[in-house]
């Protein structure tokens, strides 16, 4: 029987981790949490925190350019999306001279230009299922389930079950 020490984290061969800031403080895994999926942390900013005892599944995207926040016990399933930003500018102009600028500098991650980001928070106990892509400026409320498929655009009340694109709350949970 293998004992597990408290303080172990664990990464699989399907994980990835790419810190462009080369920061170790931009990237923090609490105890016990099992990534088998990808962080990323922009050149030009953002920060992940996943808290303890947590999932992170198989082809489950978390990019940052803000910050984004997992509480405990919170289980990601595979294929999910949790990006706190546009990833480009909006304006054609902007987008075409910042694509420019990263081709010229052989970048792709260390300039920010006019790119909208806002902080994700995900509290403690909630699971995502799986296929579910989560945007910018999201606070999702403990306990609360994401339904597969949905994607969502708002915060979500602590313990609410939400489904669909975009998604809304489809009941509440009770303890």
Not at 36 to 56: D, H
Not at 110 to 119: A, F, M
Request: hydrophobic share 35%; with cysteine.
């Amino acid at each position: 029987m293998q004992v597990i020490k408290p303080t172990d984290s664990f990464f699989y061969p399907t994980s990835r981790v790419d810190n462009s800031q080369s920061d170790r403080s931009a990237i923090q895994i609490g105890n016990l949490t099992h990534i088998q999926g990808e962080l990323l942390v922009f050149g030009y900013g953002g920060s992940i925190k996943i808290g303890n005892c947590c999932y992170v599944g198989i082809n489950s995207k978390i990019w940052s350019g803000d910050s984004i926040s997992i509480g405990n016990y919170v289980f990601i399933s595979h294929n999910c999306n949790i990006v706190d930003g546009d990833s480009h500018e909006i304006n054609h102009l902007e987008r075409e001279a910042s694509h420019i600028y990263r081709l010229n500098n052989k970048l792709t991650t260390n300039r920010k230009g006019n790119i909208k980001t806002s902080p994700i928070v995900i509290e403690d106990n909630v699971w995502i299922s799986f296929n579910v892509c989560i945007l910018k400026g999201v606070v999702i409320g403990k306990g609360s389930i994401i339904a597969a498929g949905s994607v969502v655009t708002k915060s979500v009340p602590p313990f609410s079950l939400i489904a669909g694109n975009p998604a809304v709350i489809v009941k509440k949970l009770y303890l």
